[in-house]
């Protein structure tokens, strides 16, 4: 019933910045949250960010707090991820769920390498 695609993943140094896309379609009136996950190989998926419908509010990990920035454009009910400073720890597939009554959906991951 909703549909989530990622994109803007990529190569980028250590300093760099990469923005994230997560465009969402279907039964949009739904959602409650939208969060941003990542997994590094042989790792948990972890969760990143998230933005709450309502009133956008914001939650990020200790991880990337200072660094990354989570936002939405209601226009194009799409929810962007703004990562600066980028390090190479932040290397993982970056993954965006929304968060509806009894459900949650799952895009399909963009992959996001640093390098040192």
């Known amino acids: 019933q909703v549909q989530l695609v990622e994109s803007g993943g990529g190569l980028v140094q250590a300093g760099g910045s990469l923005r994230l896309s997560c465009a969402a379609s279907?039964?949009?009136?739904?959602?409650?949250?939208i969060n941003w996950f990542r997994q590094a190989p042989g790792k948990e998926r972890d969760i990143v960010a998230s933005?709450?419908?309502?009133?956008?509010?914001?939650y990020y990990a200790d991880s990337v707090k200072g660094r990354f920035t989570i936002s939405r454009d209601n226009a194009k009910n799409t929810v962007y991820l703004q990562m600066n400073s980028l390090k190479p720890e932040d290397t993982a597939v970056y993954y965006c769920r929304a968060r509806v009554p009894g459900s949650d959906y799952w895009g399909q991951g963009t992959q996001v390498t640093v390098s040192s």
């Open positions: 933005i709450v419908w309502s009133d956008s509010s914001a």
């Open positions: 279907g039964r949009t009136f739904s959602i409650n949250a």
